[in-house]
């Protein structure tokens, strides 16, 4: 005995893509550059916005009264500190990676990053210093995005690409 079948459509088999035009390729090519130079400015931007809030947010603590008030305004500056760090680096490192469509995209966000925050460490000419040595929440922001980097980076090159 025989069982009866059921009616199924066949899909018609795709013919190969057409590989693409010259003048397309270039064009990609051309969109891919431009957004990993807007990629890297990103990242430098990240940078200086960080070492701006570390320096501010530090200032307001010190010229705090000692006591409850300090303490409470001190952990709301660290605690939206370091939200508004990991939220823009994840931002800016998943631009990146959709803007020049490869893996060690996040590569051109962080080091431009990681040169602004090392540099933000020394003394300038003029005596200036962005991010002293007593400046806790300046380390904890450099941190959380340093950390923030590695783990986006990490995930980019242990996550298998896409199917397309």
């Known amino acids: 005995m025989t069982l009866p079948t059921v009616p199924m459509s066949v899909a018609p088999e795709q013919e190969p893509a057409a590989p693409p035009e010259p003048s397309g390729r ?29 320096t501010w947010a530090w200032e307001v603590v010190k010229g705090r009264s000692g006591g409850a008030g300090k303490a409470l305004v001190g952990t709301a500056l660290a605690l939206g500190g370091v939200a508004a760090v990991v939220v823009l680096t994840v931002l800016v490192s998943g631009f990146a990676h959709r803007a020049v469509g490869a893996r060690w995209a996040v590569a051109l966000a962080a080091l431009p990053w990681f040169v602004v925050i090392v540099a933000g460490g020394f003394r300038t000419v003029e005596g200036d210093l962005a991010l002293s040595g007593d ?17 986006l ?8 690409p896409p199917v397309r």
């Open 26 to 54: 270039a064009v990609d090519l051309a969109l891919r550059v431009a957004g990993g130079v807007v990629a890297v400015w990103a990242g430098v931007l990240a940078a200086v916005l960080d070492l701006l809030y570390a």
């Open 135 to 151: 400046n806790v929440l300046g380390l904890g922001l450099i941190v959380a995005g340093a950390i923030t980097f590695a783990v």
């Open 153 to 160: 980076g990490f995930r980019q090159l242990v996550v298998p």
